[in-house]
């Protein structure tokens, strides 16, 4: 998903309702909530803080990333669970993510940082984010820049932690 998409999905609360609606149509969502999932994937979420820890201490920088979109995307799944919706996309989660946290406890800069992490597309949108996620993943590249790596760390710290307010907030 490219900015202007993402733009116009927080601008449109009618486009996001329209495209929940087909994605619970398509089984891709589910109305259901459990807080034993919503703990387990907030526990994955804390898991892959302390392997980002490991992996840079350790000089893999390129896992590093990779533990990072795994944090975010755990503890999103944990917050859309908290409103009673489960997921089986990317894209419908952030969808669940926009249509109940936007404006509300998520910031403009937890969306945008999500949606980079969720976003399988985009190759040079963010160099801190998910498209980093990427290169460590999939390239033979193993240089990244320290600055980079630990300003994503702290983001995603930043991400797990309010998403932990917010669910201590509602249970």
């Keep these: 998903m490219n900015i202007y998409e993402l733009n ?7 486009l996001v309702e329209k495209r929940i609606e087909n994605f619970i149509h398509k089984k891709i969502i589910k109305k ?11 526990q994955k979420a ?15 920088p390129d896992w590093a990333i990779t533990g990072c ?7 999103a799944l944990a ?26 406890e998520l910031t403009r800069n937890d969306i945008e940082l999500i949606s980079l992490f969720l976003n399988y597309k985009d190759i040079l949108f963010y160099v801190d984010s998910k498209n980093k996620r990427e290169l460590a993943s999939y390239s033979a ?8 790596i630990e300003q994503l760390r702290i983001n995603t710290v930043m991400f797990v932690s309010k998403v932990k307010e917010i669910i201590n907030s509602k249970i």
Excluded: R, V, W
């Excluded at 804390?46 to 893999?60: E, G, P, R, S, T």
């Excluded at 979109?69 to 503890?75: G, L, T, W």
């Design 141 to 148: 590249n193993i240089l990244f820049d320290n600055d980079e």
């Design 8 to 14: 116009n999905m927080l601008n449109n609360p009618h």
């Design 79 to 104: 917050l859309i669970l908290s409103k009673g919706y489960s997921s089986k996309s990317h894209l419908a989660t952030l969808c669940i993510l926009i249509k109940e946290f936007y404006s509300k």
């Design 69 to 75: 979109y795994y944090a975010c995307y755990h503890a």
């Design 46 to 60: 804390k898991h892959n803080l302390n392997f980002i820890k490991d992996a840079i201490q350790l000089n893999y």
């Design 32 to 42: 259901e909530s459990s807080k034993g999932e919503i703990k387990g994937h907030f």
